[in-house]
């Protein structure tokens, strides 16, 4: 069994930074690919960006390129949400996500296997 435990949301002003920040306590984190979905009130859920379970390939939504980073820990076992240049579109409900597979969590379906409990980011203008 794999949990999540996110931290790391909360109020930004437009243009400022955030990091959200998810670990995995237990040993399988090496083996994951890890994700950040979000989901804006009355939305549906989606990728913001996602990277292979050794770091070597990573995507990005193309509303976030050049925006947001996400860097993998494994040492740590620990995946990151760097988040840059924030804008009001960004508030949303944050969910960190793993999956054995990185296609799979770029496929959009099935949903991956193992879910964050979701942080809040708002960004005020």
């Known amino acids: 069994q794999v949990r999540l435990v996110e931290s790391g949301g909360g109020l930004a002003q437009d243009g400022e930074s955030l990091t959200l920040s998810c670990a995995e306590p237990?040993?399988?984190?090496?083996?994951?690919?890890m994700a950040w979905f979000r989901q804006a009130p009355g939305a549906e859920r989606h990728l913001v960006a996602a990277?292979?379970?050794?770091?070597?390939?990573?995507v990005y939504a193309d509303s976030v390129k050049g925006r947001f980073t996400i860097p993998k820990d494994n040492a740590k076992n620990t995946v990151y949400l760097q988040m840059n240049s924030l804008k009001p579109e960004d508030t949303a409900v944050y969910y960190c996500?793993?999956?054995?597979?990185?296609?799979?969590?770029?496929?959009?379906?099935?949903?991956?296997?193992?879910w964050g409990q979701g942080t809040q980011v708002t960004v005020s203008s």
């Open positions: 996500a793993a999956d054995r597979s990185i296609i799979k969590i770029t496929a959009g379906q099935p949903k991956p296997d193992y």
């Open positions: 990277i292979s379970s050794s770091g070597g390939r990573t």
């Open positions: 237990g040993r399988a984190f090496p083996l994951y690919a």
